[in-house]
């Protein structure tokens, strides 16, 4: 063996250099600070036999190579701009070591491919993926772009127009998409990879296939002359621009990257890459859209804990059709376990069938599974009028109306027709678990499962303890969550848990807004340019605006201090006038489906005659003040949430908001942006604010932050 190292190996057999990448101590293969230190050595080693006539690239894990370990390189995006280039330009001198071995290279792609590791794979001269293979370049969704080389050579190898959709979008491929645009050479079965890798290499040996003319190609300029480069560069631009908006600046800043590169040779187009790789680093969005991705890591891991020893959910009942059943049913069935839905009524079935129905018609629809596959899902439901099928389920979820008292009526009639080590959950929004549970036997088996709508959409669930649910109850019911293919999150019990909790002191501090007369359109503009995907008026009409005002009646009566409004609210005045949002058509918008069949919001004059309704006085206000009075309510009451004991890290609470709410990634959630915009500073904001109320007054805990000048991310 030429070179037996910790994460790669390296020796030769019949002539072929073999670089094989093997974490020994780990499961799968991640760029780190120990392969980044043995990858030169490997390259020494493969340089310093002379009987080698080609070299291999190959994985001893079940994937390739998933990308770089961001949990060690954060260290590395503290440094200085000139220290990070130079750190990212001695990576760049081992993979052109690579490339320009004076022999052909391959690489045999088992897996996933992704960011660092794909880069590895575009430095050899051939690429051959195994069916199952994932491929691309996701930085840019961290708020970077590609730093070893991804924007100089994909362009060469693959072409600028595709190089471009690759980056920017940061989205994984299949192999046979990358086989498409050239990425890579053939795609085979699974378990021919590496024979195929090494049949392809052994051609180029003989000179049937010319690898210095491919590897010339990926050295030189990019071959588009300068109109042809001007129209794909600058309209991709403006392009990438418009759907990635001025809070992503790393998508635009790869395509001038790639612009500016096109014209150079390899080496100089490197130079620059990495120094906009440096920049970037820099930016807050890639500081907070790397906590993001951290904080998806550290839910990852406490599911694991809670699951490692919880048997699977072999089949599941969800309780209540509709809507909201059917599409809790879709959702288990469609990711492959079997449940059965129960309704006291036919046409409620009927609903939670058709539910189902539309969303799987939407899949064929669109090619992502055919009709066959959309019978066997089907087949996976089981209609139920009633209980005769629970015998046998291991998790029920109860998803009746929102009402505390039917509830109550229908669990013990669940408990009492399932065995006695099944689970049941209540999918509830608001209402406590501990005092649901005091309708049953076994209230160490019961706990809530808050699934949000659609249900098929959302990402997010939250697994809330009651005061009795065992550690038995949630461990199973974070299992079923993450069959269903849901990110799960638990939370200790207590009105709205956390994610309603925290939202309707946001909806507060707008109807306070809106009392002092503030124009509810100015409101969303300003909301939406702050990073939400829709603002607090919009955001009201889509969850419904009786479901709003039914759910801050609950948190008003728990939390009177904070959300119990002295005057009649806008959201009150809404529902009176049966504006119920986008359900019937008509809230603070008036709501049309278009050609395409999808709701299209416009105004209604009459809105502005109920908001005068609800407006006591006529303030002026800056854009700064809206976001101050929207955002410091939700934000203390994360921090409550946290100093109770409701969630245990501020990136849950965090996590939740992204998952749950759809909180701008580039600002990372409450507490983060809390954290950049200084404690010190946001409890000086609070004190513009506190005569209007308690819900603007910082949490104990906080102010203690603030004086000794720590943050809820320390770094």
């Known amino acids: 063996m030429l070179f037996d190292g910790k994460s790669i190996q390296v020796d030769v057999k019949d002539e072929i250099a073999h670089v094989v990448f093997n974490i020994k101590d780990s499961s799968a293969n991640v ?294 059943g059917g599409g809790i049913a879709y959702q288990s069935a469609s990711k492959g376990t079997p449940i059965v ?107 809530g499962m808050h699934f949000f709508n659609p249900v098929h959409r959302m990402p997010l669930v939250e697994i809330i303890r009651g005061e009795k649910t065992s550690d038995k109850a949630i461990a199973k019911t974070v299992q079923y969550a993450l069959q269903m293919g849901k990110t799960p999150i638990v939370v200790n019990d207590c009105a709205g848990f956390l994610v309603n909790r925290v939202l309707f002191p946001y909806f507060n501090g707008f109807n306070l807004l809106i009392a002092d007369g503030v124009d509810y359109k100015r409101i969303d503009k300003v909301m939406e340019k702050f990073g939400w995907p829709m603002g607090p008026a919009y955001l009201m009409d889509v969850v419904g605006i009786d479901t709003g005002d039914h759910a801050a009646a609950i948190m008003a009566e728990e939390f009177p201090d904070r959300m119990k409004m002295q005057d009649k609210t806008i959201v009150e005045l809404m529902h009176e006038k049966k504006r119920l949002g986008q359900k019937n058509g008509i809230g603070f918008y008036k709501y049309e489906l278009d050609r395409k069949g999808k709701l299209k919001k416009s105004l209604d004059p009459e809105t502005e005659k109920i908001v005068q309704e609800a407006a006591k006085r006529s303030i002026e206000i800056t854009d700064e003040e809206i976001i101050d009075r929207m955002m410091l309510p939700m934000i203390f009451e994360c921090a409550r949430c946290l100093e109770e004991g409701i969630v245990n890290t501020p990136i849950e609470v965090d996590m939740g908001l992204l998952l749950g709410l759809g909180f701008p990634p580039f600002r990372a959630g409450a507490l983060k942006y809390a954290d950049d915009v200084g404690l010190s500073n946001i409890i000086e904001k609070s004190k513009n604010y506190i005569e209007l109320g308690e819900l603007y007054r910082p949490t104990d805990g906080l102010v203690e932050r603030a004086k000794s000048n720590s943050n809820y991310y320390q770094n």
């Open 31 to 324: 760029i780190g600070n120990l392969m980044m230190d043995e990858l030169p050595k490997a390259l020494a080693a493969v340089q310093g036999d002379k009987n080698a006539k080609g070299m291999i690239f190959r994985s001893e894990k079940e994937h390739f190579i998933f990308g770089a370990d961001i949990t060690e390189f954060m260290q590395h995006f503290k440094k200085s701009n000139e220290e990070l280039y130079k750190w990212l330009m001695n990576m760049n001198a081992t993979l052109n070591g690579f490339e320009d071995l004076n022999i052909p290279t391959v690489v045999a792609i088992n897996g996933f491919a992704l960011g660092g590791g794909f880069e590895v794979c575009l430095c050899a001269d051939f690429r051959v993926a195994a069916k199952k293979a994932k491929l691309g370049l996701p930085e840019t969704k961290l708020g970077i772009m590609p730093g070893w080389g991804g924007s100089v050579r994909l362009p060469r190898i693959s072409g600028a127009d595709n190089a471009i959709e690759w980056i920017t979008s940061g989205k994984q491929y299949k192999a046979q998409d990358a086989l498409k645009i050239g990425a890579v050479d053939a795609v085979v079965e699974n378990d021919q990879v590496v024979d195929a890798a090494l049949t392809l290499l052994d051609r180029a040996i003989k000179g049937e296939l010319d690898y210095q003319k491919r590897r010339q190609a990926k050295k030189s300029p990019l071959r588009l002359n300068k109109i042809e480069g001007m129209m794909t560069f600058e309209t991709a631009k403006g392009f990438v621009k418009g759907i990635a908006g001025s809070n992503y600046p790393a998508p635009v800043k790869a395509v001038e990257v790639m612009q500016v590169a096109a014209g150079m040779q390899r080496d100089d187009a490197l130079q620059i890459e990495a120094r906009a790789f440096a920049e970037l680093s820099h930016t807050d969005a890639a500081q907070n859209l790397v906590t993001v991705f951290l904080g998806d890591q550290y839910l990852k891991k406490v599911s694991k804990k809670w699951t490692k020893d919880a048997s699977k959910v072999e089949k599941a009942a969800v309780l209540g059709a509709g809507i909201m």
């Open 341 to 447: 839905m129960k309704d006291i009524n036919e046409s409620a079935i009927e609903l939670g069938l058709g539910e189902a129905n539309k969303l799987l018609k939407k899949q064929v629809d669109r090619k992502k599974i055919n009709a066959e596959q959309m019978g066997a899902t089907l087949g996976k439901i089981r209609p139920a009028l009633s209980y005769g099928d629970f015998k046998d389920v291991d998790m029920v979820v109860e998803a009746v109306v929102e009402n505390k008292n039917v509830k109550k009526s229908v669990l013990p009639e669940v408990e009492a027709n399932v065995g006695e080590d099944s689970i049941i959950a209540s999918n509830t929004s608001t209402i406590s678990i501990t005092d649901l549970a005091t309708s049953l036997k076994r209230p160490e088996n019961f706990c």
